[in-house]
């Protein structure tokens, strides 16, 4: 029997606020929805998933450190830290597995310090802009996906 594919999803900062927070930006979908469906998923096409979510720089790194080999991909949406945090890279570079980028709004609409991601540049793929559905295109994707970055 094969192994089966672990996947962890990260949040960053101010995500937990969803359903709440810019709603004509984000919508009314709240993360612990988005998280609940993500797990749907990925029990329908046979991953595992574990999710974390954090508003600490600290833990998000510690949590990347945590999946060196225990998880074969990262989904990531990292907030705003995706535009300014190199020790979020970093950590996602060191990352063995393959690693996704999400953002629920086009992060290249928005305002110019938006348009530059710090982890874009590792990232195996990147969706934006398709509101909760980054996520589930993100999930949907991976089975389809070889381990390379």
């Not at 930006?25 to 998923?41: A, Q």
Request: with cysteine.
């Amino acid at each position: 029997m094969a192994k089966k594919m672990n996947i962890c999803l990260i949040n960053g900062p101010n995500l937990n606020m969803l359903g709440i927070r810019e709603p004509r930006i984000y919508g009314n979908t709240t993360l612990d929805d988005i998280v609940t469906k993500c797990h749907e998923i990925a029990a329908d096409l046979g991953l595992s998933m574990d999710s974390f979510q954090s508003n600490s720089e600290g833990e998000l790194i510690d949590r990347i450190h945590q999946c060196v080999n225990k998880a074969d991909w990262i989904v990531i949406n990292a907030g705003g830290l995706t535009h300014t945090s190199v020790a979020l890279r970093d950590a996602l570079s060191l990352f063995p597995g393959s690693v996704i980028e999400v953002h629920i709004s086009n992060i290249h609409t928005r305002e110019p310090f938006r348009h530059t991601s710090l982890i874009s540049g590792i990232a195996k793929g990147v969706i934006a802009g398709f509101g909760p559905a980054s996520y589930y295109m993100a999930i949907n994707a991976i089975p389809d996906q070889t381990l390379e970055k």
